[in-house]
């Protein structure tokens, strides 16, 4: 874009801009009156009212009650109204869908799933997802579509680029829903859309920079820097799975050798207990356990010792200010979670062990759904400066 068009560009820009800032103000403070709004974004009464009754006439806000009196008349109070519109929040596993409805301020309404054969290919799980997204009730206003795979995605162009679990390469997810139901649709990582969940609504609330680590089938991690969160150059920033833990090492999935998913994961877990005699599977063993198998135990606690070593090691790094732990293994975190805690603590530099925080996700399955949601939520309540990533995005700003 030449100088020229910036310049004609600008007003348009700066009027859109200040209403992402009030709505955005009133979303995240909401309910609050005119007077607040004023003294937050230093706009002239005239500009605030304009925009004021453009979010009201859009349905974006309304008025709700009476503020406090100050001795004359009650100032209407102003509040977002999180049922404006709705985002369907999806998550792809390796042999289901799930499938929710998430209103604007992240709550999940309805949870459907609809089941797949292993190996399906990417056209066929696309039959299995329109099928379901047809279950979900229809509240009024669908605003987007947000969808979790794991894998390494181009949030860009909406296409799984690899996803070993699924085994699928190149495969393009946005594009032909776009198409059929004429709404933005964004694709990312399963646990980084999670990590917008927890960051959004849940755990990751009150931190600028953590790190959201999740264990079970695989071991993956989202990266929140300076509130942002960090996808890396290919998308494939987080994949703490794969970090390197020792060459000589057990073979992993990816087929390197000292993966620390290799020592970490579900299946290490499963083949120490098959090894050792003790359970076949991951249930069992979580039952030997719980029954106080001392030898049972003792495998979640090298599986919370290795947990440690590779997230001492994204710590040190980093340097976040909490480490927030999710994923289906957590139903066996009072077994490992003390020796991942020791790990952490006691091989981390004295300063940074001390003020981090380690602490558990508190959005469970669903966090997955309402942060696939919440990416199509975060896409409409950007400030239009860094928008620009997909037409049509922006449809609070868009009207005039
Ligand atoms: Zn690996």
């Avoid at 249930?283 to 599986?303: P, S």
């Avoid at 508190?362 to 759904?369: I, R, S, V, Y």
């Avoid at 409409?380 to 922006?394: A, D, S």
């Amino acid at each position: 874009m030449g100088y020229q068009n910036l310049c004609k560009g600008s007003k348009r820009l700066i009027k859109d801009l200040n209403r992402a800032i009030v709505v955005n103000f009133i979303r995240e403070n909401g309910p609050v009156s005119r007077a607040a709004i004023a003294a937050y974004t230093n706009l002239t009464q005239p500009t605030l009212t304009a925009i004021i009754n453009v979010l009201l006439n859009t349905g974006i806000i309304h008025k709700n009650g009476k503020g406090e009196s100050s001795g004359g008349r009650c100032p209407a109070l102003f509040e977002f109204n999180s049922q404006y519109g709705f985002i369907a929040g999806i998550k792809i596993e390796i042999d289901r869908v799930l499938l929710g409805l998430i209103d604007l301020g992240g709550k999940l309404l309805t949870r459907h799933e609809e089941a797949f054969p292993r190996g399906s290919t990417g056209k066929q799980v696309l039959k299995v997802l329109k099928r379901g997204l047809e279950q979900l009730p229809n509240p009024g206003r669908l605003l987007g579509i947000g969808i979790g795979v794991s894998g390494f995605i181009d949030m860009d162009r909406g296409v799984v680029i690899f996803s070993p679990v699924l085994n699928w390469r190149n495969v393009p997810i946005a594009a032909p829903l776009e198409k059929l139901y004429k709404v933005p649709v964004l694709l990312d990582n399963d646990v980084n859309s999670l990590t917008l969940a927890e960051h959004w609504y849940g755990a990751g609330r009150p931190y600028q920079n953590f790190v959201c680590v999740t264990v079970g089938t695989g071991i993956g991690s989202g990266v929140v820097i300076d509130n942002k969160l960090y996808r890396g150059s290919a998308g494939g920033a987080g994949e703490i799975g794969h970090m390197m833990i020792d060459p000589d090492g057990h073979l992993c999935a990816c087929g390197e050798r000292g993966c620390l998913e290799a020592v970490t994961a579900d299946s290490f877990l499963v083949r120490t207990a098959q090894d050792k005699g003790i359970a076949h599977s991951i249930e069992d063993l979580l039952t030997a356990a719980t029954n106080g198998d001392r030898c049972a135990q003792d495998i979640f606690v090298m599986m919370g010792e290795n947990l440690g070593i590779g997230v001492k090691n994204i710590i040190n790094l980093l340097n976040p200010q909490a480490i927030i732990l999710g994923g289906e293994r957590m139903n066996a975190s009072p077994f490992f979670l003390p020796a991942f805690t020791d790990m952490v603590r006691h091989h981390s530099f004295p300063d940074v062990a001390r003020e981090l925080i380690i602490t558990e996700a508190q959005l469970g399955e669903a966090g997955f759904l309402i942060g696939a949601g919440t990416l199509v939520t975060q896409a409409i309540f950007e400030p239009p400066l860094y928008t620009g990533r997909k037409p049509g995005r922006n449809i609070i700003y868009a009207t005039t």
